[in-house]
T-cell receptor
Framework: AQKITQTQPGMFVQEKEAVTLDCTYDTSDPSYGLFWYKQPSSGEMIFLIYQGSYDQQNATEGRYSLNFQKARKSANLVISASQLGDSAMYFCAMREMGSGGYQKVTFGIGTKLQVIP | EAQVTQNPRYLITVTGKKLTVTCSQNMNHEYMSWYRQDPGLGLRQIYYSMNVEVTDKGDVPEGYKVSRKEKRNFPLILESPSPNQTSLYFC??????????????FGDGTRLSIL
């Protein structure tokens, strides 16, 4: 089974509208962290937001918020008031702390977001 | 400036010719990792290191070697490169390997072509 699933290969959103990028994950570890990264066409990886498995509240960072539904194992990224500069590839990632001490990080395949003027 | 530096940025080489991609970070981070990015596959972890002399396999370690002799450096070695290792490679580091809010800082990437 895929550890991180992003089911939307591509999304379009009108400028100033909100958009939700989906991410579901699969782990049996009780302790894990979920991250979202943005990769513009220039190629660099930019950290956006983090959610810990024990966090009670959904994470927010400016226009980014994470809709964390632990029972459903989903961690969707919500971008409010989209801007043209938000056009990029978005990756969901999970860091697991395994009982054997391993610290693997798994990325999804990404969602390409295009913001339309 | 806090950064992760990879070299080279671009490399075209031939099958079987050993190569090393260097990675250095100046943030005193304990955790370092290598990823490859391929279209439609996202980023896949090759190897990671939780500290000096502590390394472990990621999801796609075959054909790669790493070493962590110093905290700041984490080179990726391809002993006998093959065309299926043509990819975009990223090195990343984070403060530690815990699951707290410790995002990874990424290098600019190395585009590797093996003919």
């Amino acid at each position: 089974a895929q550890k991180i699933t992003q089911t939307q290969p591509g999304m379009f959103v009108q400028e100033k509208e909100a958009v939700t990028l989906d991410c579901t994950y699969d782990t049996s570890d009780p302790s894990y962290g979920l991250f979202w990264y943005k990769q513009p066409s220039s190629g660099e990886m930019i950290f956006l937001i983090y959610q810990g498995s024990y966090d009670q509240q959904n994470a927010t960072e400016g226009r980014y918020s994470l809709n964390f539904q632990k029972a459903r194992k989903s961690a969707n990224l919500v971008i409010s008031a989209s801007q043209l500069g938000d056009s990029a590839m978005y990756f969901c990632a999970m860091r697991e702390m395994g009982s054997g001490g391993y610290q693997k990080v798994t990325f999804g395949i990404g969602t390409k977001l295009q913001v339309i003027p | 400036e806090a950064q992760v530096t990879q070299n080279p940025r671009y490399l075209i080489t031939v099958t079987g010719k050993k190569l090393t991609v260097t990675c250095s970070q100046n943030m005193n981070h304990e955790y370092m990792s290598w990823y490859r990015q391929d279209p439609g596959l996202g980023l896949r972890q090759i190897y990671y290191s939780m500290n000096v002399e502590v390394t472990d396999k990621g999801d796609v370690p075959e054909g790669y070697k790493v070493s962590r002799k110093e905290k700041r450096n984490f080179p990726l070695i391809l002993e006998s490169p093959s065309p299926n290792q043509t990819s975009l490679y990223f090195c990343a580091s984070s403060l530690s390997g815990g699951v707290g809010n410790q995002p990874q800082h990424f290098g600019d990437g190395t585009r590797l072509s093996i003919l």
